[in-house]
């Protein structure tokens, strides 16, 4: 991956807005860093009160439940949260921590092994995989079944994601009539305010999980391994000082930015940066064009593996902040850090990008595919 082109750079510098069709609606996208924050935070002028139309495009075709807690607001969204919220950090205790470095540090070893492997679906998409199982402290064979998957549940598991929806009726069934400590038997006894989820809400938080964190992290850990086979000085500089794996981290999500945007609505009439939306009516928080906000960030169109202060928005701002961003940047973390110790340069056979294609803009987000060949220390 080499640092691709910002394709708001000029709507950002001009009005500051973006108005772009989706799906028949025209959404105003909010693009400066501090009008995106403050959009965020602002829940009861943007509301996530949406079913299905916090994506952009909106989902009504591909699931049949509202995404919790993402699709809700304060304060039945603090509340849905704290219900999920000890799984997902799990990817700060030292015992997950040891788990991924050992999957990392096995999967490079026989990615070495070998003259070439593809990255997206050998190797960064069973890592996202089997790193979940120790996330929702499931069998690690869970993982061979989601792999099966594909890249992304919606797109490559059939009409409506039903593979997903059938697996997780499935697994709530199995849980409603056990004990275990796993995600599924967690929320198949959680109360909310007081009952028991209902098997709609169980659902949602299933289909959150497996939809939201997955594609985006395949295609960030894939996008790493291109941009250092590209640079190879980048590893050597890693190397210099390990630490600034930390920063690295952290700038390699405000460059990819494996999420464009997401959506909000407002419940009336509602002026925006001179742009009228009637009540119903969707704006666009665009946390890929904040990232390059060049008010923010010095020199956005560059990769600096030690840039400090760096405060992205990659994972989203406010209330509504992404529930697996230890998750994601632990996989990250893992992989620059064995990148380090065991590789000595990766060489790029074939490539494909991936391209958001839009009426009003174009991004690349990753890649399709990448070939690569990995040399040893």
């Not at 602002?42 to 919790?68: C, G, H, N």
Request: proline fraction near 6%; charged fraction near 25%.
């Amino acid at each position: 991956m080499e640092p691709n082109s910002d394709p708001f750079v000029e709507a950002r510098r001009n009005k500051g807005l973006l108005p772009c069709n989706f799906q028949g609606e025209t959404v105003p996208m909010i693009l400066r860093h501090d009008e995106v924050r403050k959009a965020a935070r602002d829940w009861k002028t943007y509301s996530s009160d949406a079913p299905f139309r916090v994506p952009i495009p909106s989902e009504e075709d591909v699931r049949t439940m509202r995404q919790l807690p993402v699709e809700t607001d304060p304060p039945d969204h603090t509340d849905y949260r704290k219900i999920v919220e000890p799984f997902f950090q799990r990817a700060k205790d030292p015992a997950m921590i040891a788990q991924v470095e050992a999957l990392m540090d096995g999967m490079l070893q026989q990615a070495m092994a070998r003259d070439s492997i593809e990255i997206v679906r050998e190797f960064a998409l069973p890592i996202q995989s089997r790193a979940m199982t120790y996330l929702l402290n499931v069998p690690e064979s869970e993982a061979d079944l989601w792999i099966s998957w594909g890249t992304h549940v919606f797109r490559d598991g059939g009409s409506k994601g039903m593979s997903l929806e059938a697996y997780l009726h499935q697994r709530f069934d199995r849980a409603a009539t056990g004990t275990g400590d796993d995600f599924f038997s967690a929320l198949a006894h959680a109360t909310f305010r007081g009952r028991p989820l209902t098997r709609e809400e169980m659902m949602g938080f299933g289909n959150l999980t497996f939809a939201g964190g997955r594609d985006t992290v395949i295609h960030t850990l894939a996008s790493v391994l291109g941009y250092l086979a590209g640079r190879p000085e980048a590893l050597e500089f890693l190397r210099q000082d390990p630490a600034r794996v930390v920063h690295a981290t952290e700038e390699f999500f405000r460059v990819v930015t494996p999420l464009t945007h997401i959506g909000r609505v407002c419940p009336v009439d509602t002026r925006v940066q001179g742009h009228d939306v009637p009540a119903g009516g969707r704006v666009s928080l665009c946390w890929a064009s904040a990232n390059r906000d060049e008010t923010v960030f010095e020199a956005p169109e560059e990769v600096r593996l030690d840039r400090k202060p760096n405060p992205h928005l990659a994972f989203g701002f406010g209330a509504h902040l992404c529930l697996g961003a230890a998750h994601a940047r632990l996989l990250v973390r893992t992989l620059l850090q064995k990148c380090i110790e065991r590789v000595g340069r990766i060489t790029v056979l074939s490539s494909q990008e991936r391209i958001e294609r839009e009426q009003a803009y174009q991004r690349v987000m990753g890649y399709e595919s990448l070939v690569v060949r990995i040399a040893p220390r």
